[in-house]
């Protein structure tokens, strides 16, 4: 199975079908007036399709495990064919296409399996997703601007040359992944004053996103909350809570962290830790939801 284990819990739902078609029309008839020999059709199909969407991961050797949290068999009468439709919902890291796609073919395999002593033509045809929601697809198109970013690693041993930066560059790569332009890569030291000049100087040029990645610990060093904290204009503590929770869940050190997340103007600035693995979760946990920001404020610039 693929690894999940970097992915944000969230309300993911779909929506698959499977169309039983019949080759006689007294088979419909039957199965409205229930009286196929083996029984309600309808109803014992979709009790089936209940159990498979619970048992997917045991069929499907790369499903993951997950929690189904409602499952809805409907279905759409013709004169010669029935629509399956499976809707899943789930809470979880991944979707739940699979899922729906599994329910609603085990759906139609009970009803061929019902309906064959009656009429021999039966077909099961087009077992497809309709429709999915949740996860990262449906946060594509956040903002229509073309969004730039200047990402600044706070170091005093970086920027003297002792050690080499790679959070860093792990920021810059996953902000290019999302569409977003890196037009500053910047080592600076452990200093207040540098800190907010160059926050501030990204505000003057327009720059819409500012990452500072190191001193967000609790050495006398780590100064990256107090220095952004002078300038920013509006802080915005669910980015930080989300930062923290997420990377709480991975490892109880999460809560040392003092991550700080506000605008200046129409400008993004963020403080996440320096460790790769802290400025890796970090943006993990709020991207590419957090991009929408800008999507809210794009009015604002009008004004």
């Not at 500072?212 to 780590?222: A, K, M, V």
């Amino acid at each position: 199975m693929i690894q999940i284990t970097h992915k944000s819990t969230t309300l993911r739902k779909a929506i698959a079908q499977a169309i039983v078609k019949v080759s006689l029309p007294e088979t419909i008839q039957a199965i409205k007036d229930k009286t196929v020999p083996k029984g309600d059709v309808l109803e014992c199909a979709r009790v089936a399709g209940l159990f498979a969407a619970k048992r997917t991961a045991d069929m499907i050797p790369d499903c993951h495990p997950l929690p189904v949290e409602f499952t809805g068999v409907t279905y759409e009468i013709s004169e010669m064919e029935i629509r399956v439709l499976v809707e899943i919902h789930t809470v979880y890291k991944t979707g739940v296409e699979v899922e729906a796609m599994h329910a609603a073919s085990v759906v139609a395999l009970t009803m061929y399996d019902m309906l064959k002593p009656i009429d021999k033509g039966i077909s099961i045809e087009q077992i497809k997703l309709v429709q999915k929601k949740g996860g990262k697809s449906d946060f594509k198109k956040l903002s229509d601007k073309h969004l730039t970013a200047a990402v600044i690693v706070c170091s005093d041993s970086i920027s003297a040359g002792e050690n080499e930066d790679e959070a860093g560059r792990m920021i810059a790569e996953k902000l290019r992944n999302f569409g977003v332009e890196v037009d500053d890569l910047e080592v600076i030291p452990d200093e207040k004053i540098q800190i907010e000049e160059k926050a501030l100087l990204a505000v003057d040029e327009g720059i819409d996103l500012v990452i500072f990645t190191g001193g967000t610990g609790l050495s006398p060093r780590d100064v990256t909350p107090e220095a952004l904290s002078n300038i920013i204009e509006q802080r915005v503590p669910g980015i930080e809570e989300a930062m923290r929770n997420y990377g709480q869940q991975r490892t109880p050190l999460a809560m040392l962290s003092r991550s700080i997340a506000g605008m200046i103007k129409n400008t993004l600035v963020l403080g996440v830790p320096g460790s790769t693995k802290g400025a890796t979760e970090s943006l993990d946990a709020i991207f590419p939801a957090v991009l929408h920001i800008f999507k809210a404020r794009e009015g604002s610039r009008h004004d």
